[in-house]
């Protein structure tokens, strides 16, 4: 078999695989005090925020323990312009914020946490996102 031949060959079967998994969006450990207990990729449909459905990719949730707990949201949108334009008609709620790295939209929800804390734990999260 020449070398083209191979060539195609590998092509074809590579093809042929499944797709690797996405990224996760929301790592294991942020700030290195708050470890993920569960994670989600969640249906766009069942968005609990208010979202344009079609401007959404991929939705993924988490929650996470460390000096109290938190439940993160992060939306990937279909542009930059689409979170800019959410994050100016986001109505503020309480024990709640967001921001917009990029092509993302963040929702962080928590109970009881250590203010310190939760600003490392939305810092670091939009840095990851930001990159």
Same mark, same amino acid.
């Given at each position: 078999m020449t070398r083209?031949?191979?060539m195609w060959l590998a092509?074809?079967?590579? !093809?042929?695989? #499944?797709? @690797?998994?996405?990224? +996760?969006?929301?790592?294991e450990t942020v700030a290195t005090m708050w470890h993920r207990a569960s994670l989600?990729?969640?249906p766009v449909s069942e968005a609990p925020d208010p979202v344009p459905r079609t401007s959404v990719k991929r939705l993924?949730? !988490?929650t996470y #323990?460390? @000096?109290g707990k938190i +439940?993160?949201?992060?939306?990937?949108?279909?542009s930059s312009a689409v979170g800019l334009d959410m994050?100016?008609?986001?109505h503020p709620s309480a024990d709640t914020v967001f921001v917009n790295p990029g092509h993302y939209l963040v929702v962080v929800k928590w109970q009881q946490a250590d203010r310190q804390a939760l600003r490392d734990f939305v810092?670091?999260?939009?840095k990851r996102l930001a990159r």
């Amino acid at each position: 078999m020449t070398r083209r031949n191979w060539m195609w060959l590998a092509l074809a079967l590579s !093809a042929c695989g #499944e797709k @690797p998994a996405p990224p +996760e969006l929301l790592p294991e450990t942020v700030a290195t005090m708050w470890h993920r207990a569960s994670l989600r990729e969640m249906p766009v449909s069942e968005a609990p925020d208010p979202v344009p459905r079609t401007s959404v990719k991929r939705l993924q949730t !988490a929650t996470y #323990e460390g @000096p109290g707990k938190i +439940e993160a949201r992060v939306y990937e949108l279909t542009s930059s312009a689409v979170g800019l334009d959410m994050v100016q008609r986001w109505h503020p709620s309480a024990d709640t914020v967001f921001v917009n790295p990029g092509h993302y939209l963040v929702v962080v929800k928590w109970q009881q946490a250590d203010r310190q804390a939760l600003r490392d734990f939305v810092s670091e999260l939009e840095k990851r996102l930001a990159r």
